[in-house]
């Protein structure tokens, strides 16, 4: 399963962050895949408006997701207080 849906109906564009178990927290593969689906949506002159959504009902998305963003700074969440 992908974590960025990419759904499309007549002009309408729903690209949803599909990470629920993670309040959608953006790690690099939903970074990554959200520019994507800008990219399709800009590129494709059928769609006209595009809704950005998450997934489950906690969260819209958490922010950043602290678990890889620590993993990156030697593994600590006090190694990103200090970056």
Same mark, same amino acid.
């Given at each position: 399963? /992908?974590?960025?849906? @990419?759904? +499309? +109906? &007549?002009?309408?564009? +729903?690209?949803?962050? $599909? !990470?629920?178990? +993670?309040? =959608?927290?953006?790690?690099? &593969?939903?970074?990554? #895949?959200?520019?994507?689906? *800008?990219? !399709? *949506?800009?590129? $494709?002159? /059928?769609? @006209?408006?595009?809704?950005?959504? &998450?997934? &489950?009902? =906690?969260? *819209?998305?958490?922010?950043? $997701? ?5 993993? !990156? #700074?030697?593994? /600590? *969440? #006090? /190694?990103?207080?200090?970056?």
């Amino acid at each position: 399963m /992908s974590e960025v849906r @990419y759904e +499309q +109906q &007549g002009a309408i564009v +729903q690209i949803t962050i $599909d !990470r629920s178990a +993670q309040l =959608n927290a953006i790690n690099e &593969g939903v970074r990554k #895949r959200l520019y994507e689906a *800008f990219e !399709r *949506f800009e590129a $494709d002159e /059928s769609a @006209y408006a595009a809704i950005l959504t &998450g997934s &489950g009902g =906690n969260a *819209f998305c958490a922010s950043m $997701d602290l678990m890889e963003a620590a993993s !990156r #700074r030697g593994g /600590s *969440f #006090r /190694s990103l207080a200090t970056a």
